[in-house]
């Protein structure tokens, strides 16, 4: 590799981290309507979380914010570098966001950001997990329950479309990775007790559901 190319590694592996982290969530919601999303519903950053505190257009802001943090650097990635380390500054921004060094090491589960991912280096596994996803959510209208079924139909999809053995295990530790973040949600999905999402635009501050 290249002395250019090593510096360009380095950059989009430390810059993807650092813009994963950005927790546009919070700093919309705190910057245009006062509001700490931290504090309200699941207490989550993520658009869902959003979408529940303070309605439908902020959190349409926030997803497109999350969704281009994980495709500009892994679309980059796949350009200039080898599969391997394609996916490793692809992942950087997942990692970010779900381990904010701004957020003290939390953050939010990493589907949005982690499909940006998916759409940059793996566009037609991108389409097979967003119908996916769609299909479930429109059907039992829980998010989280969406976004489990992609995280299990991502490496899936990835072992069966014809993509590098990098972006396969790639796909593996990504879907393994956002099914631990979603522990909770499990844990409330087989209680019974997982919100559905309502079509409706709600703003304002809405109370924490049962952890």
């Known amino acids: 590799m290249s002395q250019s190319l090593t510096i360009a590694a380095v950059l989009l592996v430390v810059g993807g981290y650092l813009a994963g982290a950005v927790p ?17 519903g699941s207490g989550n950053v993520g658009t869902t ?42 992942a950087m921004p997942v990692l970010g966001h779900m381990r904010s060094i701004f957020l003290r090491g939390g953050g939010g589960k990493g589907v949005a950001t982690g499909a ?18 769609l299909l479930v959510l429109l059907t ?5 329950a969406a976004s489990l079924t992609a995280a299990i139909t991502f490496p899936l999809a990835a072992w069966l479309l014809p993509y590098p053995l990098a972006y ?9 990775a956002v099914i ?8 409330r999905l087989l209680q019974g007790r997982e919100p559905r999402l309502a079509w409706s635009s709600r703003k304002g501050a809405s109370p924490a559901p049962p952890r």
Not at 25 to 36: A, K, N, Q, T
């Open 140 to 144: 039992v209208r829980i998010v989280s």
């Open 180 to 187: 631990l973040a979603h522990h909770a949600n499990i844990r």
């Open 24 to 40: 546009f969530g919070l700093l919309v919601g705190r910057g245009f309507y006062g509001v700490d999303v931290r504090q309200h």
């Open 49 to 90: 979380n959003v979408l529940r505190v303070l309605g439908k257009r902020v959190a349409l802001i926030v997803l497109v914010c999350d969704v281009l943090k994980g495709f500009a650097p892994a679309l980059a990635a796949g350009l200039l570098f080898d599969p391997w380390l394609a996916v490793v500054v692809g």
């Open 116 to 133: 940006g991912m998916v759409l940059g280096l793996m566009w037609q596994v991108f389409l097979v997990v967003l119908a996916v996803w």
């Open 168 to 176: 396969r295990v790639a796909a593996l530790v990504i879907g393994l």
